[in-house]
C-alpha cells in the first residue's frame, strides 16, 4: 500500500524558510516522478516544484531562485527548501508521487506566511 506523508509546514514570517519533507513508501522510489503543489484558500491546486526520477527539477515561475526541490533515495523522502517566503506562499502544500502512472497524494500540509 502506498503511503505519502507530508511534513514540516507551520507559520513563519516573511522572509524565513521553510523545509518540508514528503516521505513515500510501497513503491519503488528511485523510479517515481515527485512533485510538490499547493492550494492557496479561494484558489485552484497549482503546480510548485518537481523532481524525475533521473533528478530533473522544474519550479513554477513564482518561486524560481527561492524554492529548491531535492530527493533522499535512502530516506525515500522529498525536500521542498523554502527561502524567502511571501504571503503569497500561503497554502496548503500537498506532495504528489507517480509511481509507474499511477498517481497518489498526501494529506496536505499548512503554510502560513506572516506579514
Known amino acids: 500500500q502506498v503511503q505519502v506523508v507530508e511534513s514540516g509546514g507551520g507559520l513563519v514570517q516573511a522572509g524565513g524558510s521553510l523545509r518540508l519533507s514528503c516521505a513515500a513508501s510501497?513503491?519503488?522510489?528511485?523510479?517515481?516522478?515527485i512533485a510538490w503543489h499547493r492550494q492557496a484558500p479561494g484558489k485552484q491546486r497549482e503546480l510548485v516544484a518537481g523532481i524525475s526520477s533521473g533528478g530533473f527539477t522544474k519550479y513554477a515561475d513564482s518561486v524560481k531562485g527561492r524554492f529548491i526541490i531535492s530527493r533522499d533515495a535512502a530516506k525515500q523522502t522529498v525536500y521542498l527548501q523554502m527561502n524567502s517566503l511571501e504571503p503569497e506562499d500561503t497554502a496548503i502544500y500537498y506532495c504528489?508521487?507517480?509511481?509507474?502512472?499511477?498517481?497518489?497524494w498526501g494529506q496536505g500540509t499548512q503554510v502560513t506566511v506572516s506579514s
Open positions: 510501497g513503491t519503488t522510489f528511485s523510479a517515481d516522478d
Open positions: 504528489f508521487v507517480d509511481a509507474y502512472g499511477e498517481g497518489y
